[in-house]
């Protein structure tokens, strides 16, 4: 794992073919590369994205499949870590971008006022993080990365 060229303030192009494109970028792994989703709902929500262009998940071939979940373990044992949720959601849906990604998203049953429904049925208004909790989140999910 390397987070050389990941800047955390700067927009990230992961993909020249689809464009596909992370906004707070934490770290490299093996096959794919962590961003942080500034959600204030769910504080700790990340994409992780394959850094080569596929667009089904049903398309990967066995070794790069196997690595990517691999880097999805690492990056779920890296935000419950850093955010201290009692779980953390991982969704594969592939219905807006071209490029295969995952959302995974830290749960907290104590606020959410559906804890056990999908976050996307959250009746809360979607904010984003302030700044300082942005790079706070960011910082504690690298160091648990590494």
Known sequence: MSDENVSP??????CEVCGFDLWKPIARLAVSTLGLYSDERF???CILALNEHHERWEHLDSELLH???DDSQIALRAIEAATGS??????VLGNTD???HFHLIPRFPAVEPNPTK??????RPRRVLPA???????????EAIS
């Open 67 to 69: 690595r990517l979940v």
């Open 118 to 123: 999908s976050p996307w049925d959250d009746p």
């Open 132 to 142: 300082a909790r942005e790079q706070e989140l960011q910082q504690l999910i690298r």
């Open 43 to 45: 504080p700790g929500r």
């Open 98 to 100: 071209p490029h295969v």
């Open 86 to 91: 009692a779980r953390v959601n991982l969704a």
């Open 9 to 14: 303030n700067e927009k990230l192009v992961l």
